[in-house]
């Protein structure tokens, strides 16, 4: 069974830094394409980063694009994201998602809070 | 970049009876693989996003068959055939031709009578 469970998430000021992280199991994490999606409280969804399965593809959403890095530990099957220069507007439930043979997000974890305030 | 619009944004629908909606990409969606990358998601209350639909028609593993997608090109629909309580949630559509970029749409809210 396919399993990814977040953590990191939490209460940060605005400017700050968070690093959230997402443990995968269940598939050969090593083969895979992996994404982080967010949900701003009452809103939809807007994907954030992928990454690719050997680290060598990486993108990023305008909207977080030199402030965002997304990485991955294939040796410990953990997927990142490091959220530098928080703003207001970043506060969500940040998911990480898997990039199945489907060219999508086939299985997706329950979510970390982010909140970004003073 | 791609702009997907969906319509209704919310739905009212009595159990029992068929419900519709409707997605619309600012591209095409047809690869020249032959393939067009429209997908459908649910997410219940209080819970992470499921896929349902695949390339515009496929059912993912465990989906029900009462859902199904149609469309080509630029248009698109999820019908469900027949509404369950546990249908509930927001529905949205999404892109993957531009992969590794996704986009999705604003979401349909499906609530029950």
């Known amino acids: 069974e396919v399993q990814l469970v977040e953590s990191g998430g939490g209460l940060v000021q605005p400017g700050g830094s968070l690093r959230l992280s997402c443990a995968a199991s269940?598939?050969?994490?090593?083969?895979?394409?992996m994404n982080w999606v967010r949900q701003a409280p009452g809103k939809g969804l807007e994907w954030v980063s992928y990454i690719s399965s050997s680290s060598n593809t990486i993108y990023y959403a305008d909207s977080v694009r030199g402030r965002f890095t997304i990485s991955r530990d294939n040796a410990k099957n953990s997927l990142y994201l490091q959220m530098n220069s928080l703003r207001a507007e970043d506060t969500a439930v940040y998911y990480c998602?898997?990039?199945?043979?489907?060219?999508?997000?086939?299985?997706w974890g329950q979510g970390t809070l982010v909140t970004v305030s003073s | 970049d791609i702009v997907m619009t969906q319509t209704p944004l919310s739905l009212s629908v009595t159990p029992g009876q068929p419900a519709s909606i409707s997605c619309k990409s600012s591209q095409t969606l047809l690869h020249s693989d032959g393939k067009t990358y429209l997908y459908w998601y649910l997410q219940k209350p209080g819970q992470s996003p499921q896929l349902l639909i695949y390339e515009v028609s496929n059912r993912f593993s465990g989906v029900p068959d009462r859902f199904s997608g149609s469309g080509s090109g630029t248009d698109f629909t999820l019908k469900i055939s027949r509404v369950e309580a546990e249908d509930v949630g927001v529905y949205y559509c999404m892109q993957s031709i531009q992969l590794p970029i996704f986009t999705f749409g604003p979401g349909t809210k499906v609530d029950i009578k």
């Open positions: 269940g598939f050969t994490f090593s083969s895979y394409g």
């Open positions: 998602a898997k990039v199945g043979r489907l060219r999508c997000p086939d299985y």
